[in-house]
């Protein structure tokens, strides 16, 4: 994982009452059998934010795989932040990953789950992968600014 993309998801803790859940897609690159989350994006103006939801905007998820595809970088899931210490997944993001997962075109194995929770560093952190069955949980440690560990092999999105 990037220092970029942690300081992203930092960026969008909710860490006030006021603060509303933020999401995006999560991009990465592949170095042998690893892959490197380089790129957090969202949330974008035309979201649907609430303080308990999160509801993103589609086609400019859609423009944003394009876009990074174009560019070397891979769709590897996505993340979203929850107004909890240490978050965990809801029905509401098990459904949409699974969903995600089976509506994408994709050569991997699964797809990244990031939930960021309110509490600092790899506490206030939820890393799962679903393999369009179930999640796994990934990250129980640190998470470190290189690769967490990732079971997906090299593909396309």
């Not at 990037?2 to 999401?23: I, M, N, P, V, Y």
């Not at 992968?129 to 999640?135: E, N, P, Q, S, T």
């Not at 129980?140 to 600014?145: R, S």
Request: charged fraction near 30%; charge should be negative; hydrophobic fraction near 35%.
């Amino acid at each position: 994982m990037s220092r970029k993309a942690l300081d992203h998801f930092d960026r969008h803790r909710q860490t006030r009452f006021w603060h509303l859940e933020a999401g995006g897609l999560l991009f990465a690159r592949f170095d042998g059998a690893r892959t490197i989350v380089d790129l957090a994006t969202g949330p974008r103006p035309t979201d649907r934010r609430g303080r308990c939801s999160y509801r993103p905007d589609r086609m400019a998820e859609q423009r944003e795989i394009d876009e990074n595809h174009a560019t070397g970088l891979h769709f590897v899931g996505t993340w979203h932040t929850h107004p909890e210490d240490r978050p965990s997944p809801s029905p509401v993001d098990m459904a949409s990953i699974a969903d995600i997962f089976r509506r994408s075109r994709h050569a991997l194995n699964g797809f990244a789950m990031v939930i960021v929770g309110r509490d600092p560093g790899p506490e206030g952190m939820y890393v799962g992968l679903w393999d369009g069955a179930v999640i796994h949980k990934l990250a129980e440690g640190p998470i470190e600014d290189d690769p967490v560990a990732d079971q997906t092999r090299p593909g396309s999105s």
